[in-house]
């Protein structure tokens, strides 16, 4: 028998009894459903992870602060040269870290290390409020532009590191609290941002809107200052203070050599926690969130790994009860000189078309149900998210656990085909 014809006669066989057939294919349906929209869900998410970082900044900047001896959360002794870091990774979500104040002298050391081509200390500006005209003043947080940032923007432009003028984005949460129509409303606009000094004097700057931040992982009141806006606040909000005193800053932005591999990267780590300082990107501390998803992914897997192992059984049944109700006919096949080997590739295949109709179904069902259900949370429950599609499909993934239902498939029908193959012609034909 030639192959083509053995594959043929293998579908026909398939469907010789339709409702067990399909009671096992339904199965393994089930199976390849759930490892689909479960890596789906993976996908989908380490995706709007990894823009995330595309928008928080490039993948060659480094925010450096001094690596700390701190080991737990009980009484610390004091350091007089500790300040609070809001960002340091690690530290506890919506509040600051104590960490250890980079000086002009570590800036200068940092500078100094193979591999590193730019440093720029990140000054710490916390301001009171932020007003339109004739609206009223709302709490924001500040956050500058770091090297290789892309900023998602809504509206308008992001604020430009290389002009003199003061400029900032707005977030999108802000603008309509702010009184602004909408985003294009706001972009052009002047508003005011109100900061403190150590005597507790309120200084008021004016600041032109280039344009709207959409929301991401990160405070929904953020403000997206740029270089010039920054100082003028950071200036501000020292007054008085001695000029000795003013250098001391959290962390250090790190920009690496933009030829620089990962490998470059990880070597300036290395040298950096040589010198005493702990070196991170923004990948790095969004990390863990991936760690996250791809465990709860692993264990949605398992359950779907379990589903196809008891449809593979379903499968053993079919094939088995094929066998026995076939056993004339496989002595048959042999009398008529079809081999062994023959035979136990008919079932195979059997086993494997059977497989095949259940991951495909499986497949194309949970790519349209995942892809349903992730439009409809985009446009309610994750309208704040924008870019966010919750449940993703990866050809690649889509083929993987095709390929991998059907070697299940596979070895399931493999004690079925086996038997067959080892029936004895004769007593196959006088089989009743």
Same mark, same amino acid.
């Given at each position: 028998?030639?192959?083509? !014809? ?38 989908? %998410? ?9 928008? &928080? ?26 300040? +609070? ?14 960490? =250890?104040?980079?000086?002009?002298? !570590? ?27 004739? *609206? ?13 940032? =892309? ?6 432009? +992001? ?20 009184? $602004? ?8 606009? =002047? ?23 959409? !929301? ?10 740029? =270089? ?50 702990? *070196? ?26 379990? /589903? ?21 006919? %496989?002595?048959?096949?042999?009398? &008529? ?16 078309? %059977? ?9 194309? %069902? ?5 892809? +349903? ?8 429950? $994750?309208?704040?998210?924008? *870019?966010?599609?919750?449940? /993703? ?10 390929? +991998?239902?059907? *070697? ?25």
């Amino acid at each position: 028998m030639r192959t083509v !014809d053995l594959v043929s006669t293998a579908v026909a066989n398939t469907f010789r009894s339709k409702t067990r057939t399909i009671l096992t294919v339904l199965a393994i349906f089930v199976g390849a459903f759930t490892l689909t929209i479960t890596n789906g869900l993976g996908t989908g %998410i380490n995706a709007f992870i990894d823009s995330t970082v595309a928008s &928080m900044g490039a993948s060659d900047v480094l925010a450096v602060t001094k690596t700390t001896t701190a080991t737990s959360t009980g009484p610390q002794k004091y350091d007089p040269d500790a300040v +609070a870091s809001a960002s340091q990774p690690g530290g506890r979500p919506g509040g600051t870290t104590e960490v =250890t104040a980079l000086t002009d002298q !570590d800036i200068t050391t940092i500078g100094g290390i193979a591999g590193v081509e730019k440093v720029v200390p990140v000054t710490s500006v916390s301001i009171d409020y932020v007003e339109a005209a004739g *609206g009223d003043p709302y709490v924001a947080q500040v956050g500058s532009l770091v090297a290789g940032q =892309t900023p998602r923007i809504a509206d308008g432009s +992001a604020p430009d590191d290389g002009s003199d003028a003061l400029q900032v984005a707005l977030p999108s949460a802000l603008v309509t609290p702010l009184g $602004f129509a909408d985003a294009a409303d706001a972009v052009g606009a =002047t508003v005011t941002i109100a900061v403190t000094d150590p005597v507790r004097t309120q200084h008021l700057v004016e600041a032109t809107v280039t344009g709207v931040t959409e !929301d991401a992982f990160g405070g929904t009141t953020s403000l997206t200052t740029n =270089t010039a806006l920054e100082k003028e606040l950071f200036t501000l909000q020292n007054t008085g203070v001695p000029a000795d005193q003013l250098d001391r800053y959290a962390s250090a932005s790190v920009t690496v050599s933009a030829a620089a591999t990962p490998a470059d990267i990880d070597q300036v780590k290395a040298a950096l926690s040589d010198a005493g300082y702990t *070196g991170t990107t923004v990948a790095d501390q969004l990390g863990t969130f991936e760690s996250v998803i791809n465990g709860i992914v692993l264990v949605l897997n398992a359950f779907a790994i379990i /589903a196809l192992l008891a449809a593979s059984f379903g499968i053993v049944n079919t094939l088995l009860m094929s066998v026995q109700e076939r056993t004339r006919e %496989i002595g048959l096949m042999k009398a &008529m000189g079809m081999g062994s080997g023959r035979i136990f590739s008919l079932f195979s295949l059997e086993a494997i078309f %059977i497989g095949l109709l259940g991951s495909a179904l499986g497949a194309v %069902i949970a790519i349209g149900v995942g892809t +349903a259900v992730s439009a409809q949370l985009a446009a309610s429950l $994750f309208s704040d998210l924008p *870019g966010l599609q919750l449940i /993703a499909f990866d050809p690649v993934s889509i083929l993987v656990t095709t390929l +991998a239902v059907m *070697g299940i498939a596979f070895l399931a029908g493999t004690l079925p085909a086996a038997r067959a193959a080892r029936a004895d012609p004769v007593e196959s034909l006088r089989y009743e």
